[in-house]
């Protein structure tokens, strides 16, 4: 199983720079999903990673080390419309399934401000 | 627009009741997720179709849920004799399977009340 563990809530200005860390457990690592919820919506895919290292996408960044069972997602110049929960789901190998399995944190839900 | 839809969007019912849900995954798609949400926290778990082969159903699944994807496109989930428990948002999932990321694309969901 899993044990993925990230920050409740955070807060932070419009137009500054916030990092959403992850840490997780797992013994058979095979990525690392951040995804972004608006409130009554659906998650929708940001970022993937399975090799240690940043991965950049325009404003949004994800990091991974396996080593440390570590992430974070970096959101730079932050807008009003990033306030959403961001969840981190790692994908692991369910040997008794004998399938992945994608399992979610339970978000961090972020505020902007003006 | 070619995304993963849900339907019914809403569903109440009073408890005992049985309800199905519908979810139709992007097409061609070959695998097809069910996850629950509840209010703080992240998508849970439910099941997971490759074509029509139901593959993995989580242990936290009971016997009142089955889910069929009969002709590997889409699929449906059913709860019989509903409990105020199974109020949530059920959230419907898909991906290519064909290797790569593997990314899945989610619906809107179903949020369920169950009065």
């Known amino acids: 199983g899993q044990n993925i563990d990230q920050p409740t809530e955070m807060t932070a200005t419009e137009g500054a720079i916030v990092q959403i860390n992850c840490t997780y457990q797992?013994?058979?690592?095979?990525?690392l999903f951040w995804y972004q919820q608006h409130a009554g919506e659906a998650p929708t895919f940001l970022s993937y990673?399975?090799?240690?290292g940043l991965e950049e996408k325009g404003r949004f960044s994800s990091f991974l080390s396996r080593s440390k069972g570590y992430s974070y997602l970096l959101l730079k110049e932050l807008q009003m419309k990033d306030s959403a929960s961001y969840l981190c789901a790692v994908r692991d190998w369910d040997s008794g399934a004998g399938s992945y399995q994608l399992t979610f944190g339970k978000g961090t839900k972020l505020s902007v401000i003006p | 627009d070619t995304g993963v839809s849900q339907d019914p969007r809403h569903k109440i019912t009073k408890r005992g009741q049985n309800v199905t849900f519908r979810c139709d995954p992007i097409s061609e798609h070959n695998r097809l997720y069910w996850y629950r949400q509840t209010l703080g926290q992240g998508p849970e778990f439910l099941t997971y179709?490759?074509?029509?082969?139901?593959?993995?159903k989580s242990r936290l699944l009971s016997d009142r849920f089955s889910a069929e994807r009969p002709k590997g496109s889409f699929s449906t989930l059913e709860i019989q004799r509903t409990e105020q428990g199974d109020s949530a948002m059920y959230l419907c999932?898909?991906?290519?399977?064909?290797?790569?990321?593997?990314?899945?694309?989610f619906g809107p969901g179903t949020r369920l009340t169950v009065t």
């Open positions: 179709f490759q074509n029509e082969a139901q593959l993995e």
């Open positions: 990673n399975v090799l240690d």
């Open positions: 999932a898909s991906s290519p399977g064909t290797g790569g990321i593997d990314e899945q694309y």
């Open positions: 797992t013994s058979g690592f095979n990525g």
